[in-house]
């Protein structure tokens, strides 16, 4: 790229300040477009993300099943397999492994539960519900129940639970009212309404009653083992690698949260192609865009490359200079239209702090650089077919229009 | 003739299309020009003299003949080749002056020069405004095409075509689009340059005027030179 080239390039820009702007603000749009998009896809995918996973364990420990192992599967024997529903399901020695647990990287909270199914009874009214029995101040480790609490508080006395919204609604309880609740194990006892609380998850709302760990010991008949460890760690998105060393290092039996919602990640991942398809179309407008100012351009200035050619200038430079125009109209479009969006996003509020009916966009995810960048290249990209056609020019022929 | 002839040509011809549809347009031209020669070319519409300039301009190839420059045979050239001889050793005015808007006065004499070399230089910046000084257009040097009159471009075109010091200038009708006045300045210019620099200009022209100041007289007529 020879030195001239480039002060012909600029000069030509310059000498036309209000086609070039136009034809940059072209560019700024289609750059503004997707960064607008990236933002606003890795937005969404970060709020749904945070959304399901905001509330339920990232890790879920459980007793291995005790099917009998095969021990000859080749042998040609015919084999029945029967489940060994003999023993209750149980993780019986969980003490030691907590600590296991607790030291392991990324862990950030660890919850040991007991859990059951159970149905209350109000008058007339039966209502299944999930009992989780949670140890003292690890009420609030798995998801923000304490956060939650829309009515009355937080405290679990040994007779008191806490239960959600809609269950509330749906019964028509309220705190301070005491309710029968009968377990799976046939055990049935009186509680009263310590809170209510609104998690925003339907099934939790009207189905998860949370009590004092002990009682809930009580109320499942198990006096000494417990039924699962529920955990979160940090990034959520590390889980299904950290359940793998967990599985080997307890022997327990681990599910990641990824596991259970492949249906988010499908959905993510459809959202994020569309996406893709609309940055794409948007790069696609500022490359027809830029290579049929281009063509325009070099239709009305056919006489000046003529002479320039007549004069000695090879193809080469002819070809520079075009290419380089294009370049130019698109890189400094891209970066007025990233900084335009920069700004325009700047104000929005982080996504963990979107209200709902608002936009959840993700400054941080526009892609700003790669806007820059794929935008540069497609202006070139765009220029060298018109550069070439330039080059072709016959001196004698644009000299004689 | 004392010198080495500059440009040699021998029956040179020039046929334009195909079968029924061709159309010979040169037809043999036989035609030597000396060092710091002045020819005008005269001839009628269509007599030739526009493609008899474009092929000795290595704008364009000739269908037979001989074409020789300085010694190098333009026919056998690359067009790479052509295109470098073109920027080194020939110089071109058009009826047009076909300046480059963009750029000042000073910027378009540089430009056959900073083409070729791929930059501009304090050189060529200081040739380019002797050259502007040359043909009185010392103080519009910072002007564009667009501000300059239309003699004064035509001033401009010639000093561009002085920059790279050319051995031949090739005129096409130069003062085709001027007035009296501003043709005869250009043409004393012309004259001038071809006194002090030594610089061959083969100038096609209509006007009997014009051809009467120069020293000697090319006629054609239907693709053959008649006097010489």
Redesign the interface.
């Known amino acids: 790229m020879?030195?001239?080239?480039v002060?012909?390039a600029f000069?030509?820009l310059l000498?036309h300040p209000g086609q070039s702007a136009l034809l940059m603000s072209g560019v700024a749009l289609g750059v503004g477009v997707f960064i607008f998009m990236s933002a606003l896809i890795g937005g969404l995918a970060t709020l749904l993300t945070l959304r399901t996973v905001g509330s339920i364990p990232h890790i879920v420990l459980e007793m291995p099943d005790r099917d009998p192992a095969v021990l000859a599967p080749q042998s040609g024997a015919q084999v029945v397999l029967q489940k060994d529903l003999s023993r209750r399901q149980q993780i019986a020695i969980w003490q030691p492994v907590v600590p296991i647990i607790e030291a392991e990287a990324g862990v950030t909270a660890v919850s040991p539960q007991i859990r059951g199914s159970a149905y209350v009874e109000r008058g007339q009214a039966l209502a299944p519900v999930g009992v989780i029995g949670v140890m003292p101040g690890k009420l609030s480790d798995i998801a923000d129940i304490e956060g939650a609490i829309v009515d009355g508080s937080s405290n679990l006395p040994t007779d008191g639970i806490l239960i959600g919204s809609r269950l509330a609604g749906d019964l028509g309880l309220r705190t301070g009212q005491v309710l029968r609740l009968t377990s799976e194990r046939g055990r049935a006892r009186s509680f009263r309404i310590s809170g209510i609380f609104t998690l925003g998850v339907a099934s939790a709302d009207r189905q998860a009653v949370y009590m004092d760990f002990t009682t809930a010991r009580a109320l499942f008949d198990l006096p000494t083992g417990i039924s699962r460890i529920e955990i979160k760690v940090e990034p959520a998105t590390d889980a299904a690698a950290i359940a793998a060393r967990l599985r080997r290092s307890t022997g327990l039996k681990t599910t990641a949260w990824t596991e259970d919602n492949s249906q988010l990640f499908e959905g993510l991942d459809a959202q994020a192609r569309t996406g893709t398809i609309i940055k794409a179309f948007a790069l696609i407008t500022i490359v027809v865009g830029i290579a049929s100012a281009m063509l325009l351009s070099i239709v009305r200035r056919q006489?000046?490359i003529?002479?320039?050619?007549?004069?000695?200038?090879?193809k080469r430079?002819v070809v520079s200079i075009f290419v380089l125009e294009g370049t130019l109209i698109g890189f400094i479009g891209a970066v007025v239209g990233a900084l335009v969006a920069w700004l325009v996003l700047l104000p929005l509020p982080p996504v963990s702090e979107v209200e709902s009916g608002g936009l959840p966009i993700d400054q941080a995810q526009g892609d700003f650089l790669l806007a820059i960048a794929l935008t540069t290249l497609a202006a070139a990209l765009a220029s060298i077919l018109p550069a070439r056609r330039a080059a072709r020019i016959d001196?004698?022929e644009a000299?004689g229009s | 003739m004392s010198a080495e002839p500059i440009l040699s040509v021998r029956d040179l011809t020039k046929v334009f299309g195909e079968g029924e549809a061709q159309a010979k347009v040169l037809k043999g031209i036989d035609l030597t020009m000396a060092p710091g020669e002045m020819a005008a070319l005269l001839g009628p519409s269509g007599s030739g003299k526009s493609t008899l300039l474009t092929i000795l301009g290595t704008l364009m190839r000739a269908s037979g003949g001989r074409h020789e420059m300085l010694g190098v045979d333009l026919m056998q050239a690359s067009d790479a080749e052509r295109t470098a001889f073109r920027s080194r050793h020939l110089g071109f005015v058009f009826q047009f002056h076909h300046l480059l808007p963009d750029l000042t006065a000073l910027e378009n004499v540089m430009m056959p020069a900073a083409a070729a070399a791929g930059r501009e230089s304090r050189a060529m910046r200081e040739r380019a405004a002797e050259l502007l000084d040359a043909v009185g257009l010392a103080d519009r040097r910072d002007y564009r095409p667009g501000a300059l009159s239309g003699g004064q471009r035509q001033r401009v075109a010639v000093a561009r075509a002085l920059i790279n010091q050319p051995v031949l200038v090739l005129a096409d009708e130069p003062t085709g689009n001027l007035d009296r006045q501003a043709a005869d300045q250009v043409m004393q210019l012309i004259r001038s340059i071809n006194q002090t620099l030594a610089t061959s200009f083969l100038i096609s022209t209509h006007d009997e005027h014009i051809a009467g100041q120069c020293p000697r007289r090319i006629e054609l007529l239907d693709g053959r030179i008649v006097r010489s």
């Not at chain 1, 003529?306 to 090879?314: D, K, L, N, Q, W």
Request: aromatic fraction near 4%; charge should be positive; hydrophobic fraction near 45%.
């Open positions: 020879s030195p001239y080239a002060k012909l000069r030509h000498s006489a000046e003529g002479i320039m050619r007549a004069m000695g200038a090879s430079l001196p004698v000299i």
